[in-house]
Nanobody, 126 residues
């Protein structure tokens, strides 16, 4: 069972920024589609962004487009989510997840993801 680990969560004021990181030690990420997901209190888990590692193709949910940016570390072994202009509605537990490459684009479908981290808590509040 592949283990993904998220880091970088915390408490931030509205309008602030955080950068989350996702690593999977020992796993070659090139064979996967990797996504960032969020579960807000009392709500279902939702997809925010994903990347198809083989091509770098990336997409975003409308709720975060223009504010969040998915990027890769130099060694392509870390997937970052830069979050700017954070809002109280962005509060939640953030997860990275992966599925094997489908040779198409990438997926933000929660039910399609095979490997999950335990999540990082982000709280946006004054």
């Amino acid at each position: 069972q592949s283990q993904f680990v998220e880091s970088g969560g915390g408490l931030v004021q509205p309008g602030g920024s955080l950068r989350l990181a996702c690593v999977a030690p020992g796993l070659n990420l090139e064979h996967y589609e990797i996504g960032w997901f969020r579960q807000a209190p009392g709500k279902e888990r939702e997809g925010l962004s994903c990347i198809r590692m083989r091509t770098g193709w990336t997409t975003y949910a409308h709720s975060v487009e223009g504010r969040f940016t998915l990027s890769l570390g130099k060694a392509r072994d870390t997937v970052y989510l830069q979050m700017n202009n954070l809002k109280p509605d962005d509060t939640g537990r953030y997860y990275c997840a992966a599925k094997e490459d489908s040779f198409y684009l990438c997926s933000m479908d929660v039910s399609a993801m095979k490997y999950w981290g335990k999540g990082a808590l982000v709280t946006v509040s004054t």
